[in-house]
Each structure stands twice: as structure tokens, then as C-alpha cells.
């Protein structure tokens, strides 16, 4: 079993910047991917970005592209999601998700193909 637990999120007003991170711990693995997902209000849960634990392939929603970055940490086994440019409609619970398969598109999309997930850590952007 891989535990996965968030942190970093909260309040931040539109265009400012919030880190969240991820650790991971138990059976972790060498391999694999992990991603970030959200929930909005009201709204299905949905990919933001992903990671491949080897080799670094990084993926991005297109409403994340170019203002959220994703990175991880092999040996620590952290993974962290810099988020700048923060607008509203990024207001979610934001959620860590890992697998142990090296997911290709578009299964790194799908929520369905994570077999690991964390509790979420809540994201506010005020206007």
C-alpha cells in the first residue's frame, strides 16, 4: 500500500501563489506516475497535471498550461504542484493521486486508472 498525504493548500487572493506538496510513504515505488486532480464546487473531479516518477515527463491541463508546475522528488519521495497566476475559477480541493504504472495518455487523465489517492487539501482564490 502507498499512503499519499497533501499539504500547502488555503487562502490566496487572484494572481498570487500557493505550493502544494505531496508525500508519499509505504510500498513507494520506482516507477510509476502521479498526478494532481481537482474537485471544484460543483464541478467533477479533474486532471491539473502529472509527473512520470522516472524520467520526469511532465503533462498539464490546458487551463493549468504555462501558470502551474509540477515537480517531484525521487528520494524524498515528494512530488509539489507551484501554482502562480491564481485565478477564481482554481478554487477546489486539490487532490494527490499516484500509480504504479508508467500511465500514457490519456489514461494519466482519468481518475479511474489512479489506484492511490490522497485526502485533498483545500484551494480558495479570491477575486
Known amino acids: 500500500q502507498v499512503q499519499l498525504a497533501e499539504s500547502g493548500g488555503g487562502l490566496v487572493q487572484a494572481g498570487g501563489s500557493l505550493r502544494l506538496s505531496c508525500a508519499a510513504s509505504?510500498?513507494?515505488?520506482?516507477?510509476?506516475?502521479m498526478g494532481w486532480f481537482r474537485r471544484g464546487p460543483g464541478k467533477e473531479r479533474e486532471f491539473v497535471a502529472g509527473?512520470?516518477?522516472?524520467?520526469?515527463?511532465?503533462y498539464y491541463a490546458d487551463s493549468v498550461k504555462g501558470r502551474f508546475t509540477i515537480s517531484r522528488d525521487n528520494a524524498k519521495n515528494m512530488m509539489a504542484l507551484q501554482m502562480n497566476s491564481l485565478k477564481p475559477e482554481d478554487t477546489a480541493v486539490y487532490y494527490c493521486?499516484?500509480?504504479?504504472?508508467?500511465?500514457?495518455?490519456?489514461?494519466?487523465?482519468?481518475?479511474?486508472?489512479?489506484?492511490?489517492w490522497g485526502q485533498g487539501t483545500q484551494v480558495t482564490v479570491s477575486s
Open positions: 509527473i512520470r516518477w522516472s524520467g520526469g515527463g511532465t
Open positions: 509505504g510500498r513507494t515505488f520506482s516507477n510509476g506516475f
Open positions: 493521486a499516484a500509480d504504479r504504472r508508467s500511465l500514457a495518455w490519456p489514461s494519466f487523465t482519468r481518475e479511474g486508472d489512479y489506484d492511490y
